[in-house]
Every structure is written in C-alpha cells, then in structure tokens.
C-alpha cells in the first residue's frame, strides 16, 4: 500500500510508442522502463536555473535527451522559468521540473517524415526551439519549433498518417492558420502553423484521412489573421500528446535525417545575447551527427578574426553591435557543414533599438550551378547595408530581395554588414549549398 505521506510523481502522458511525461519535485523518484526491459529509478536531487543578460534567453535550447542509466531523458521545462515570460507563461506545472523519457536505443516516437520539402537545416536564420526565445521580442515561452522560410515556396507535408481534426479552412481561423493532424491510432497531434490561406490544398478540411508525404499546403506568413510575418516567416510546428503540449526538437530531428541524408546537423546556438565589454561561451557540443555517424572537429571562427579549435570558444566584445560567430563542424565521414551564432552585444538600458533580423534563402537544399539563389533579407534598424554573396564576387547594397549566381558547387557564406542606430557594426551571415 502507498504510504500517503509520499508524494507520487506526477505522470502526465504515458502513449504507447511515446515518451512519458511526468513531474518530479526536488527530492522526488520515479520508475521508468529503461533499455532492456529494465525499470530504473529517476531522482530529482536539484535545479539550477541559468540565463543571459536579463534574462532574455534560458540555456537548454536545442537540446536532444540525455543517456543515462539505460534511459534517453529530456527535460520539458521547469517550473522556474514557466512562469516567467512577459507573454503566455506555460501554465499547470505543479512541480519543480517537467521530464520526458524513453529507454535508452528506442526512437522519439514513431517513424515520420520531416513536414518541409526541399529544406535544409539552417537555411534560414530564424530557426526557434522549445522553451526558446523569440529572437529580439519579449519573452515569450515558446512551444514547438520554428522552420524559417521566404513564404509560398516550400511543400509542407504530413509526417505521418493521420486525420485532419482542425483547419483553418474555408475562410481563416483569424489566427496563424493551424491545421492540427491527430496521428492515426493515437491521441497524439502535431499542429501546423502560418501556411497562407490560399495555398492550403483545398480538401484539408476537419475529417479528412491524410497519408505521410501527402501535401498539405506551402510555408506562409499568417499570424493574427494576416500575412504580417514581414521579417520572421516560418513554419511551425508543435507536438502534444493528450492535453499536454511537449517538445518535439527530438522528433524533429530524427525525422529529419529519415527524410535526408545530410550527415551532421551544426548547431551554434541560433541567437546570443551579452553586454558591451563582456564575453559569450560559444558552444557548439549540441551539433547532432546522423545515426551511425560521429563528430569528429569542431572548430570556432570568431569575428575579431581568431580561430579556435573545439567545441566551446570564448568570445569577447568589447563595443556594442550584432556579430556573427562560425561554427564548422566534421564527421567521421570527412563531410564538413557550419552554422552562425548570432550575438548582441548591448549597452546597459538599449536593450530594444538594437539592430535585428533574419537573413532567408531559397531553394534551400541548393540547386545546380547556374540556377539563381534568392536571398530575402529582413532587417530592422540597419543602415547602409550591402551584401556579399561568398564567390569572390563584389559586393552589393542591400534589396529586400535579391537573386544570384553561382557558377561553381560549393558551400558559400552570405555576408550582410551595415550599422546599427548607434552607428555600432551590424553583421548577420548564412551559409549556401550549390
């Protein structure tokens, strides 16, 4: 018999082929099925919150579970930083941390397709992730993931079979366009945010029995009822299982490499936020490298022109401005991808006229020398700007949109510089495959 003066842990969703969800205090155990058949036990010892200046950025962002005594264990949010954001705080966490969990070797649900056509990862430099922030807005905690993407030209699909249970069809939802798809046999559902109206295929309305693979409509820039997604147009995409809204970065990204074959993901963190005469801890240890496969470099270029070898760098900045730092990242395979880290470094009490925006590129997976790249910069509180597009050609000022041609295969940075409301350097980079 239970001794009542033992709390239980909080079980939220227990799915079949699912990660469980539960809640534990400090202090606190739960047991869990591990690998092999096992149960093991999960104790809460203790939590330790850690941000950015003003706390405009949690760490955990674009993280994958952890292995641990035969379990793949993933930490969903904390109570502490729940209710913190100015706009919608996550409500009904009743205990300290909010965990999900598999047994160590099984996937992160069942076997899906990634829901974007022709992408590739990074191509955009709005990419969100749970419990993430918005980048330069105020803080919002965020659920699901962000896909980055110059509206109307990309397919999304469905991950898996499934039927529709809310569209925003025939005239709108006066939101961000959601089509919900509860996954056949489950009370799981993935939700599907911001496709312009008009390019949702005109039969996904609530009922209809969809298969993995079949379009749904193309990446848009509705939200609140309008295309007013100017300078963060994206898809989103989130995951819950029952009630419970749950991260699904780990779906996501094992989906990912089911649907492509590219061998790392680099990741430099997205977004990075400091203080003028401080520093910032680069750390690219959460770039994934496919099953089978393992990173084998890491490397750090960093704006004042230093190179550092391994995952972690320390870069320092000694005025205010928007820098870019360069993640390159090997795999056992010799393949070599990178990613940016973008940094603001800001003076005390200018926190919000600060130089921002997103760099986004199309197609995204690259195409054949010869075939026009377009790049649609959205930038705010930039001046003079101008672009070089990485082939040694010259550079260019600045349009909102822009189409080049690259006469050779490779990987090609994009480079935009200008200056900020203060006059401070504005740099934001992208990275090309052709």
Request: with cysteine; aromatic share 10%.
């Amino acid at each position: 018999m239970h001794n009542s003066k033992i709390p239980l842990p909080r079980i939220l969703a227990a799915a079949p082929g699912w990660p469980v969800v539960f809640e534990l205090d400090e202090g606190e155990s739960i047991y869990l099925p591990a690998a092999g058949g096992r149960m093991r036990s999960v104790r809460l010892i203790a939590v330790r919150h850690s941000t950015e200046p003003d706390w405009w950025v949690p760490e955990n962002e674009y993280e994958l579970p952890r292995e641990l005594g035969g379990l793949r264990l993933y930490v969903e949010a904390s109570r502490g930083w729940a209710g913190t954001p100015q706009y919608q705080p996550l409500a009904n966490i009743e205990r300290s941390v909010r965990f999900s969990c598999v047994p160590a070797g099984s996937p992160w649900g069942p076997p899906m397709r990634f829901p974007i056509d022709g992408f590739r990862w990074r191509c955009s430099t709005y990419q969100n992730s749970w419990n993430a922030l918005v980048p330069y807005n105020q803080l919002y905690y965020h659920r699901g993931e962000d896909f980055g993407a110059i509206p109307d030209r990309l397919s999304v699909v469905a991950p898996a079979a499934g039927r529709i249970v809310k569209s925003p069809l025939p005239d709108g939802d006066g939101r961000s366009n959601t089509l919900t798809l509860q996954l056949a046999g489950t009370d799981v559902r993935l939700a599907l945010a911001h496709m312009n109206l008009e390019n949702i295929q005109a039969d996904m309305t609530a009922g209809r029995e969809v298969e993995a693979g079949d379009l749904l409509g193309r990446t848009g820039c509705t939200w609140d009822g309008r295309k007013c997604q100017h300078a963060d147009p994206h898809l989103h995409v989130g995951l819950s299982i029952g009630d419970i809204g749950v991260s699904c970065y780990p779906l996501i990204v094992e989906s990912y490499f089911r649907t492509y074959q590219d061998s790392i993901l680099p990741v430099a963190g997205g977004f990075g936020f400091t203080m003028a005469g401080g520093d910032y801890l680069c750390d690219g240890s959460r770039s994934v490298a496919r099953p089978g496969r393992r990173i084998v470099r890491w490397r750090w270029r960093l704006h004042d022109g230093r190179e550092v070898e391994g995952a972690v760098a320390r870069a320092t900045y000694g005025k205010p401005g928007a820098f870019v730092e360069e993640l390159i990242v090997t795999a056992d395979d010799g393949s070599e991808d990178c990613d940016f880290l973008h940094v603001r470094a800001y003076a005390p009490g200018k926190i919000r006229g600060i130089a921002r925006g997103w760099l986004h590129t199309s197609p995204c997976r690259g195409g054949e020398p010869g075939t026009p790249v377009t790049l649609w910069p959205r930038l705010g509180e930039v001046q003079s700007a101008s672009v070089d597009f990485g082939d040694g050609s010259a550079a260019e000022p600045l349009a909102s949109e822009m189409a080049h041609v690259y006469k050779v295969p490779g990987r090609y940075t994009i480079a935009v510089q200008g200056r900020g409301p203060g006059g401070e350097p504005a740099t934001f980079k992208v990275r090309v495959l052709v």
